[in-house]
């Protein structure tokens, strides 16, 4: 019997344009002239040594900045943060994806509006850290469990965190509304679509492989994200940063192989580990006189 391993690539993968914006504006600020990211411009190593190797320098904190440009990552920052920057007297740039953007005016509005701020995301993640650092009073949950903390607010105004999966925030939407039932709750969606379209497809892709391989960045969280979806649906799911990663023990003939990425993962990086796979297949199917397709 001819038994083979097939290769299926989601149908929505790897960089979004607010990642690929954010690097094409390092880029070109690199070759004019010294810079400084303020974090991870994105959560991909591969991308960060790319800029690195262009003298692009990075930095946690404003005293370790040694030049007189400065830019913000993808992720955003606070309108606090920025303006510490500025007053240094350099010359601040922003790579915010425009949804991040998005993100932050709605829940400013929210704020002016009167509802308490509730932003569904990881605590220390940048992007969390950006939308927060501006409020006063603010809560931040992911889980039923810290739903369950919460202070009881006549008026709850909630937004996400751009990367987190779309159902598991409107799931602690409607805890929050069971939670509070005497509290008016006006939830807006902040999920951003590039994550919602790779989301969907990861779903569409699990269902129909034995094995899936999702490229990203161990830090990036809409690549977390995406693993966890994919073993809703697939018992076998490999998170690597690099085709350097995959194991051939990981696969057997007559297997479909499923791909997805990150939207901080360049093409280079799936393209990459297909070839990999596609390696390996070959092996495996010279060694057992099978085909591969």
Not at 225 to 254: M, N, Y
Request: aromatic share 4%; glycine share 6%; charged share 25%.
């Amino acid at each position: 019997m001819n038994e083979s391993i097939k290769i299926l690539r989601a149908e929505h993968l790897g960089m979004c344009f607010g990642v690929r914006d954010a690097i094409r504006l390092a880029t070109r600020q690199a070759e004019a002239g010294p810079v400084t990211i303020l974090g991870e411009l994105v959560h991909n190593e591969r991308v960060l040594r790319h800029l690195r190797e262009r003298g692009v320098q990075f930095a946690t904190d404003l005293n370790q900045v040694a030049t007189a440009t400065l830019l913000i990552t993808a992720h955003g920052a606070s309108e606090v943060r920025i303006n510490a920057a500025r007053a240094t007297g350099r010359t601040v740039l922003e790579a915010t994806c425009p949804l991040v953007h998005v993100a932050h005016a709605a829940l400013k509005k929210l704020v002016l509006e009167g509802f308490h701020p509730v932003i569904i995301g990881q605590r220390q993640h940048i992007e969390v850290r950006g939308m927060t650092e501006d409020l006063e009073v603010y809560d931040v949950v992911l889980t039923e469990a810290d739903i369950d903390q919460l202070g009881e607010y006549k008026r709850l105004g909630v937004v996400s965190q751009t990367t987190q999966h779309i159902e598991k925030v409107r799931h602690l939407v409607a805890r929050l509304r069971s939670r509070f039932p005497q509290s008016e709750i006006r939830f807006r969606d902040t999920v951003c679509q590039p994550t919602k379209l790779r989301q969907q497809a990861a779903e569409t892709l699990a269902s129909k492989c034995s094995v899936v391989i999702v490229i990203g960045g161990l830090h990036s969280n809409n690549t977390r994200e995406l693993v966890t979806t994919c073993r809703k649906h697939c018992q076998r799911v490999h998170h690597i940063q690099a085709a350097a990663d995959i194991q051939p023990s990981w696969f057997e003939l007559g297997e479909t192989v499923g791909l997805t990425a990150g939207t901080s993962t360049t093409d280079e990086a799936v393209n990459e580990v297909e070839n990999a796979l596609r390696a390996i297949a070959k092996q495996k199917s010279a060694k057992d006189q099978f085909a591969i397709y």
